[in-house]
T-cell receptor
Framework: AQSVTQLDSHVSVSEGTPVLLRCNYS??????LFWYVQHPNKGLQLLLK??????LVKGINGFEAEFKKSETSFHLTKPSAHMSDAAEYFC?????????????FGQGTELSVKP | DTAVSQTPKYLVTQMGNDKSIKCEQN?????MYWYKQDSKKFLKIMFS???????INETVPNRFSPKSPDKAHLNLHINSLELGDSAVYFC???????????FGPGTRLTVL
């Protein structure tokens, strides 16, 4: 069975400092991994995706994530936080070949950015 | 042009009523989904249709019934609404199963 664990429910950083949102996954198969962002009262927007190509994945708005199979991790990083990055972030795993491609969501990490 | 749209955006209703939420995607995708987001922001799949065929049906009360009249539409009908049905419901679509999914803006359902 697949699962995702986001290690922090809340992360607070100062504007201009690095962001690290941690995610560990469990999957019996070769997974697809995603990060989605949800701004308050909005829908979910795809930040980036890993689908067994390059292990370092670049996304929108300066975010990137590294797939580490040995550590079963897919942490999200950004060198310099901006106020507009304040939102809820979801790490997501999917098994495209089984289970109909459904997404399994982590519990979410709320990112706060202080001025 | 909105890629995945949902109506209504807000839905307030009384316990016991029946209501529907509509979803449409103009991306030409084959697969559509319904997710429920609870008050703690946890998202869980409810249903998925691929080319109008039901392929995912999670443990959801049978008061919830999805209907896909065509590939571009996936509606959610809920009978005998209960307080615990209050949540935000998101529709999503993907080109194929397992591809990244594009989400609608959500429908906030409040059952009084």
């Amino acid at each position: 069975a697949q699962s995702v664990t986001q290690l922090d429910s809340h992360v607070s950083v100062s504007e201009g400092t690095p962001v690290l949102l941690r995610c560990n996954y469990s999957s019996s198969y070769s997974p697809s991994l995603f990060w989605y962002v949800q701004h308050p009262n909005k829908g979910l927007q795809l930040l980036l995706k890993y689908t067994s190509a390059a292990t370092l994945v670049k996304g929108i708005n300066g975010f990137e994530a590294e797939f580490k199979k040995s550590e079963t991790s897919f942490h999200l990083t950004k060198p310099s936080a901006h106020m507009s990055d304040a939102a809820e972030y979801f790490c997501v795993v999917s098994d495209r070949y089984n289970q109909g491609g459904k997404l399994i969501f982590g519990q979410g990490t709320e990112l706060s950015v202080k001025p | 042009d909105t890629a995945v749209s949902q109506t209504p955006k807000y839905l307030v209703t009384q316990m016991g009523n029946d209501k529907s939420i509509k979803c449409e995607q103009n991306l030409g995708h084959d697969t559509m989904y319904w997710y429920k987001q609870d008050s703690k922001k946890f998202l869980k799949i409810m249903f998925s249709y691929n080319n109008k065929e039901l392929i995912i049906n999670e443990t959801v009360p049978n008061r919830f019934s999805p209907k896909s009249p065509d590939k571009a539409h996936l509606n959610l009908h809920i009978n005998s609404l209960e307080l615990g049905d209050s949540a935000v419901y998101f529709c999503a679509s993907s080109r194929f199963r397992g591809n990244e999914q594009f989400f609608g803006p959500g429908t906030r359902l409040t059952v009084l």
